[in-house]
């Protein structure tokens, strides 16, 4: 098992900005994809962003530009920096892991709450 502890949320004018860090603990794969989702009230939870051990990123459309994913391999920790922030960028973020046989081991961390308000 992979336990995924976050960290970084919190309250934030339109236009700044925040990093959300995510430690990763347990039966870590080597090779692995770690990445965030956001779940907004009454919508269903998107991915973010993710990336590979090798460094490999994705980014959804709507965060492209102004959010950036990196990791530390030897800390088994994943960031994302949200720059620009907007007020449709108000969700739980959620940090994930995907590893082992198939990427077919996922853990979910608890979830940490960001919101852009004036």
């Known amino acids: 098992q992979v336990q995924l502890v976050e960290s970084g949320g919190g309250l934030v004018q339109p236009g700044g900005s925040l990093r959300l860090s995510c430690a990763a603990s347990?039966?870590?794969?080597?090779?692995?994809?770690m990445g965030w989702y956001r779940q907004a009230p009454g919508k269903q939870r998107e991915l973010v962003a993710s990336?590979?051990?090798?460094?490999?990123?994705n980014y959804v459309d709507s965060v492209k530009g102004r959010f950036t994913i990196s990791r530390e391999n030897a800390k088994n920790t994943v960031y994302l920096q949200m720059n620009s922030l907007k007020p449709e960028d108000t969700a739980v973020y959620y940090c994930?892991?995907?590893?082992?046989?198939?990427?077919?081991?996922?853990?979910w961390g608890q979830g940490t709450q960001v919101t852009v308000s004036s």
């Open positions: 347990g039966s870590i794969f080597g090779v692995n994809v």
């Open positions: 994930n892991y995907h590893g082992g046989p198939g990427f077919s081991i996922v853990s």
């Open positions: 990336i590979s051990t090798g460094g490999s990123t």
